[in-house]
């Protein structure tokens, strides 16, 4: 993580925005370029879990403190949305927006008190509060209401104006629009994040995690910087929640669940570098888009391989080896740049 | 003689254990004010309860007369109290500049005014040609320096130092006891811990020797230094 | 016939916690040497559990050889996760989180693969003996006197033994220790071991009473995970104290909620003890 984030000649950020323009651009054509329905949900898959990633990476990434609960953020907007939708007979593209502050505002209700305890018992805490929301959406009373396993089901985005459409590019038109949604959600996001964390909150929140005490005694009001820092944290998971719902019903408990919507990001943040915002970012896109090329490849034991793979990088690199590999790269490039 | 800092009858358990029993201290605008006592006699601890990083048991705590034993130890970086700590602690992976800039920012709302002060306290402190560099590849002088930077650029009434000559060699010790000098001059109150007298007792107006959590002697260094119960204290331990 | 609601839960809850117990104690231990919860811990619990069953199924082994076996395998296997996965990354606490979880994952996978989703079951231990007038398995009781002994025989290593000694040592602090002249890996390593005995154990003498799917490592997991925060990371006392309580509450809340919510009900209970009690009921303030 010994990284200077300072100094930075106006060759340094052009040099910096060219791989961002390049990977916008791929990201923009490829879809015309006909890669297939399948490709374009991954994509689109990818391009919002991005944003949970960055999340991620945001608060946990540049505070050390590891927060778990996310995918009950990211859950919750979710579930938000379809009770929204289901109960009150909001259309998804409104109940949309309503579920990401409340999904924020619930998030923050829970997860706040917990904010004062340090080290592995807030990680602890914040992994049972999705664990708990699964038990209490399965469980007897609730799951009435809400859908238990089979989950509750909407009209999906845009659903209504598809259906005027002919039948032909019906379908067609969901996954672009979709698509593209997530595109702009995952750019913006991305911009945004960078924004903010290099910025001085930024570097207040990365010296909340170096040294807590240190901060506290120099002057820095680290509860309110980590107050905020939760807070643009839970809403990035929120917004990629109830983007995520309002394309893939039925809403159930998948959207929960750690291992769907918190070890992959998770992973992508520390295999991409902790705090570096573009390593995570990098790592995001590879670590998915092969773990569903190995599904190609050998069928059910892609899962197996994937952790084998996760394993041995996380070993070898604890630190991260994306954010390392880029930074060589922009050596090189700036290299060829100078001559 | 006017009081800036009081401690009154302060009191501090860690479970059976007292570190701080109803110390009283009374420091006076404008001087240089030694603590000392041998290892484990509560000096740091007696620091971090003037910061407000250790929360009192009993007692008060007084800044020009105000009451601040329930503020958080950010806001009375604001009342102008700063802390330099123990072991050169600086945030290792934000480059100098940016371990200055932080705590200028989180006092002033003003960037501009923020980035003004956080130059002015590099340059006074001779770090301005490192100021993007990270603190792993300073000297421990330079990284005492990055210390007494921060706590210039907050512009404190006071400022106390826990043991800001430890380290450093016999010249580097010297432009310490300068710079504080200087700032003292400026109108700078300083609270000074050191284990080591040699230093302090050159530029102390008055010292206080607490041991075992408890004041035993206060008053001018050549008088501490020879009361009894302060001589046996030190060749008891040492 | 008649029984006293009461009875059952406070017979029953004391069946349960003992196997709770059983389980948090290895983990517990484990957290307290390496600082890092080890998230592969409900694994060796499957794997155990699976061994038992292909040992007594396909080779047609006496339950008891092949529980003994199974327990040694939870063991070993536990041992080399420390030394592959933890070890490497204990400087990196966020890093161990994921490689444990991924070790999980890859039992979780193998199992679903190799075994499918349907559950298995092993042999009970024969019999019902009446306790108060409730009629109680006498598999339980055997789980009952199992744990007791494995309680009884972990206090009196960590108290008597220099080994256990090491490992109290160890737990405090690792500079000290390392000062001491006692070899914190080392130490690790036997701490591995003696938990992944205990998880395997628990899976061994669990599995005939409630069937047995890839994912059941996940319950107990989350339970000891629950248990050492209540109990404090590392106490032994407060891992006894925080099974029955556990245990106790689980128990009467599935009398009162039925079984749905009773699952969660502790968990919600720990959040509460975690947020105004932050180092646990036991755990000492730093």
């Given at each position: 993580m010994s990284v200077v984030f300072a100094k930075r000649s106006a060759k340094d950020l052009i040099v910096g925005k060219i791989p961002f323009l390049i990977a916008l651009a791929v990201l923009t054509l490829l879809p015309l370029l006909n890669v297939g329905g399948f490709w374009l949900d991954v994509l689109t898959k990818v391009n919002l879990f991005l944003l949970v990633t960055l999340a991620i990476d945001l608060y946990s990434g540049t505070t050390y403190y590891l927060n778990l609960g996310v995918s009950f953020t990211f859950g919750f907007a979710g579930y938000s949305l379809a009770l929204l939708n289901v109960y009150?007979?909001?259309?998804t593209e409104y109940s949309m927006l309503l579920a990401i502050p409340i999904s924020i505002f619930f998030s923050l209700a829970i997860l706040l008190p917990s904010l004062k305890i340090r080290g592995v018992y807030f990680a602890i805490l914040s992994l049972l509060v999705p664990i708990i929301f699964v038990g209490i959406v399965t469980a007897q009373p609730f799951s009435l209401y809400l859908g238990g396993e089979g989950g509750l089901r909407f009209k999906q985005l845009f659903l209504d104006f598809a259906r005027s459409l002919p039948p032909g590019v019906r379908l067609t038109f969901l996954q672009y629009s979709y698509y593209y949604i997530s595109l702009a959600a995952a750019v913006v996001g991305y911009v945004i994040a960078y924004k903010i964390g290099f910025s001085d909150f930024g570097f207040m929140l990365r010296a909340v995690g170096q040294d807590e005490e240190l901060a506290e005694g120099t002057g820095i009001n680290t509860l309110k910087v980590k107050v905020i820092g939760f807070l643009i944290s839970s809403a990035y998971a929120s917004v990629a929640g109830a983007l995520y719902a309002s394309m893939r019903p039925p809403v159930t408990v998948d959207l929960v669940v750690p291992a769907n919507t918190l070890i992959p990001p998770l992973t992508s943040v520390i295999v991409g570098g902790l705090g570096t915002l573009i390593g995570p970012a990098i790592a995001n896109y590879l670590l998915l888009l092969t773990y569903e090329l190995l599904w190609g490849l050998i069928g059910r034991w892609r899962v197996i391989a994937y952790m084998l793979l996760l394993i041995i990088i996380i070993t070898i690199k604890p630190q991260g080896i994306v954010f390392k590999a880029y930074v060589e790269a922009r050596k090189f490039l700036r290299g060829v740049f100078s001559e | 003689m006017s009081e800036i800092l009081g401690c009154e009858k302060v009191t501090k358990k860690f479970g059976g254990l007292t570190a701080l029993n109803e110390v009283s201290l009374s420091v006076v605008k404008g001087e240089i004010f030694g603590i000392i006592g041998p290892n484990g006699s509560g000096k740091t601890t007696l620091l971090n309860v003037i910061a407000g990083l250790i929360r009192l048991d009993e007692g008060r705590i007084l800044l020009d007369g105000r009451d601040?034993?329930?503020?958080?130890p950010h806001e009375r970086v604001k009342l102008g109290i700063a802390r330099m700590f123990q072991g050169?602690?600086?945030?290792?992976?934000?480059?100098v500049y940016l371990n200055v800039e932080l705590v200028a920012r989180s006092i002033y709302g003003d960037v501009r005014l923020a980035r003004a002060r956080t130059s002015w306290a590099l340059t006074m402190s001779g770090l301005l040609p490192e100021a993007g560099e990270l603190p792993i590849r300073l000297t421990p002088y330079k990284l005492r320096m990055l210390e007494f930077a921060r706590i210039l650029v907050s512009n404190p009434k006071i400022a106390l130092l826990d043991?800001?000559?430890?380290?450093?060699?016999p010249d580097e010790a010297e432009a310490m006891i300068g710079l504080i000098r200087k700032f003292n001059s400026l109108g700078v109150t300083f609270v000074i811990v050191e284990h080591k007298l040699r230093y302090l007792m050159r530029i102390a107006n008055r010292v206080a020797v607490l041991n075992q959590g408890v004041k035993i002697a206060e008053g001018r260094p050549e008088d501490v230094v020879r009361n009894p119960q302060v001589i046996e204290v030190y060749l008891g331990v040492s | 016939m008649y029984v006293d609601i009461y009875k059952y839960i406070l017979l029953f809850s004391i069946f349960h916690s003992s196997t709770y117990l059983t389980f948090s104690l290895g983990f517990s231990m484990l957290f307290g040497v390496?600082?890092?919860?080890?998230?592969?811990?409900?694994s060796l619990y499957i794997l155990s559990a699976y061994v038992m069953y292909a040992l007594t199924t396909y080779i047609g082994l006496e339950p008891l050889v092949a529980a003994l076996v199974a327990i040694l395998v939870a063991g070993l296997a536990s041992l080399l996760i420390g030394e592959v996965v933890v070890k490497p990354g204990l400087k990196m606490p966020v890093s161990v989180f994921i490689t444990t979880l991924s070790v999980a994952y890859i039992f979780e996978e193998f199992f679903r693969i190799e075994m499918g989703l349907r559950p298995i079951t092993l042999p009970v231990y024969p019999g019902v003996t009446y306790v108060l007038g409730v009629p109680v398995s006498n598999h339980w009781f055997l789980i009952l006197s199992a744990s007791l002994l494995m309680f009884l025989s972990l206090t009196a290593f960590l108290k008597y033994a220099v080994l256990g000694r090491s490992i109290r040592a160890v737990a405090e602090s690792w500079d000290e220790s390392r000062r001491l002249g006692i070899d914190p890996l080392k130490v690790l390593r036997v701490a591995f071991f003696v938990a992944g005995v205990y998880a395997g154990a628990t899976g061994v003498l669990l599995t005939p009473l409630k069937a047995l799917t890839p994912t059941a490592g996940w319950g107990p997991l989350f339970t000891a995970f629950a248990i050492v925060a209540l109990g404090g990371v590392g106490s032994v006392t407060g891992t006894l104290i925080a099974s029955f309580i556990y245990g106790f509450f689980e128990q009467s809340m599935t009398y009162v909620l039925g079984s749905g919510v009773a699952s969660i009900s502790p968990l919600i209970l720990i959040v509460l003890v975690l947020v105004f009690r932050p180092q646990g009921l036991m755990g000492r303030v730093e």
């Amino acid at each position: 993580m010994s990284v200077v984030f300072a100094k930075r000649s106006a060759k340094d950020l052009i040099v910096g925005k060219i791989p961002f323009l390049i990977a916008l651009a791929v990201l923009t054509l490829l879809p015309l370029l006909n890669v297939g329905g399948f490709w374009l949900d991954v994509l689109t898959k990818v391009n919002l879990f991005l944003l949970v990633t960055l999340a991620i990476d945001l608060y946990s990434g540049t505070t050390y403190y590891l927060n778990l609960g996310v995918s009950f953020t990211f859950g919750f907007a979710g579930y938000s949305l379809a009770l929204l939708n289901v109960y009150y007979g909001i259309p998804t593209e409104y109940s949309m927006l309503l579920a990401i502050p409340i999904s924020i505002f619930f998030s923050l209700a829970i997860l706040l008190p917990s904010l004062k305890i340090r080290g592995v018992y807030f990680a602890i805490l914040s992994l049972l509060v999705p664990i708990i929301f699964v038990g209490i959406v399965t469980a007897q009373p609730f799951s009435l209401y809400l859908g238990g396993e089979g989950g509750l089901r909407f009209k999906q985005l845009f659903l209504d104006f598809a259906r005027s459409l002919p039948p032909g590019v019906r379908l067609t038109f969901l996954q672009y629009s979709y698509y593209y949604i997530s595109l702009a959600a995952a750019v913006v996001g991305y911009v945004i994040a960078y924004k903010i964390g290099f910025s001085d909150f930024g570097f207040m929140l990365r010296a909340v995690g170096q040294d807590e005490e240190l901060a506290e005694g120099t002057g820095i009001n680290t509860l309110k910087v980590k107050v905020i820092g939760f807070l643009i944290s839970s809403a990035y998971a929120s917004v990629a929640g109830a983007l995520y719902a309002s394309m893939r019903p039925p809403v159930t408990v998948d959207l929960v669940v750690p291992a769907n919507t918190l070890i992959p990001p998770l992973t992508s943040v520390i295999v991409g570098g902790l705090g570096t915002l573009i390593g995570p970012a990098i790592a995001n896109y590879l670590l998915l888009l092969t773990y569903e090329l190995l599904w190609g490849l050998i069928g059910r034991w892609r899962v197996i391989a994937y952790m084998l793979l996760l394993i041995i990088i996380i070993t070898i690199k604890p630190q991260g080896i994306v954010f390392k590999a880029y930074v060589e790269a922009r050596k090189f490039l700036r290299g060829v740049f100078s001559e | 003689m006017s009081e800036i800092l009081g401690c009154e009858k302060v009191t501090k358990k860690f479970g059976g254990l007292t570190a701080l029993n109803e110390v009283s201290l009374s420091v006076v605008k404008g001087e240089i004010f030694g603590i000392i006592g041998p290892n484990g006699s509560g000096k740091t601890t007696l620091l971090n309860v003037i910061a407000g990083l250790i929360r009192l048991d009993e007692g008060r705590i007084l800044l020009d007369g105000r009451d601040i034993t329930k503020l958080k130890p950010h806001e009375r970086v604001k009342l102008g109290i700063a802390r330099m700590f123990q072991g050169m602690r600086v945030f290792p992976y934000l480059p100098v500049y940016l371990n200055v800039e932080l705590v200028a920012r989180s006092i002033y709302g003003d960037v501009r005014l923020a980035r003004a002060r956080t130059s002015w306290a590099l340059t006074m402190s001779g770090l301005l040609p490192e100021a993007g560099e990270l603190p792993i590849r300073l000297t421990p002088y330079k990284l005492r320096m990055l210390e007494f930077a921060r706590i210039l650029v907050s512009n404190p009434k006071i400022a106390l130092l826990d043991e800001p000559f430890a380290g450093l060699t016999p010249d580097e010790a010297e432009a310490m006891i300068g710079l504080i000098r200087k700032f003292n001059s400026l109108g700078v109150t300083f609270v000074i811990v050191e284990h080591k007298l040699r230093y302090l007792m050159r530029i102390a107006n008055r010292v206080a020797v607490l041991n075992q959590g408890v004041k035993i002697a206060e008053g001018r260094p050549e008088d501490v230094v020879r009361n009894p119960q302060v001589i046996e204290v030190y060749l008891g331990v040492s | 016939m008649y029984v006293d609601i009461y009875k059952y839960i406070l017979l029953f809850s004391i069946f349960h916690s003992s196997t709770y117990l059983t389980f948090s104690l290895g983990f517990s231990m484990l957290f307290g040497v390496a600082k890092i919860p080890n998230l592969a811990y409900g694994s060796l619990y499957i794997l155990s559990a699976y061994v038992m069953y292909a040992l007594t199924t396909y080779i047609g082994l006496e339950p008891l050889v092949a529980a003994l076996v199974a327990i040694l395998v939870a063991g070993l296997a536990s041992l080399l996760i420390g030394e592959v996965v933890v070890k490497p990354g204990l400087k990196m606490p966020v890093s161990v989180f994921i490689t444990t979880l991924s070790v999980a994952y890859i039992f979780e996978e193998f199992f679903r693969i190799e075994m499918g989703l349907r559950p298995i079951t092993l042999p009970v231990y024969p019999g019902v003996t009446y306790v108060l007038g409730v009629p109680v398995s006498n598999h339980w009781f055997l789980i009952l006197s199992a744990s007791l002994l494995m309680f009884l025989s972990l206090t009196a290593f960590l108290k008597y033994a220099v080994l256990g000694r090491s490992i109290r040592a160890v737990a405090e602090s690792w500079d000290e220790s390392r000062r001491l002249g006692i070899d914190p890996l080392k130490v690790l390593r036997v701490a591995f071991f003696v938990a992944g005995v205990y998880a395997g154990a628990t899976g061994v003498l669990l599995t005939p009473l409630k069937a047995l799917t890839p994912t059941a490592g996940w319950g107990p997991l989350f339970t000891a995970f629950a248990i050492v925060a209540l109990g404090g990371v590392g106490s032994v006392t407060g891992t006894l104290i925080a099974s029955f309580i556990y245990g106790f509450f689980e128990q009467s809340m599935t009398y009162v909620l039925g079984s749905g919510v009773a699952s969660i009900s502790p968990l919600i209970l720990i959040v509460l003890v975690l947020v105004f009690r932050p180092q646990g009921l036991m755990g000492r303030v730093e």
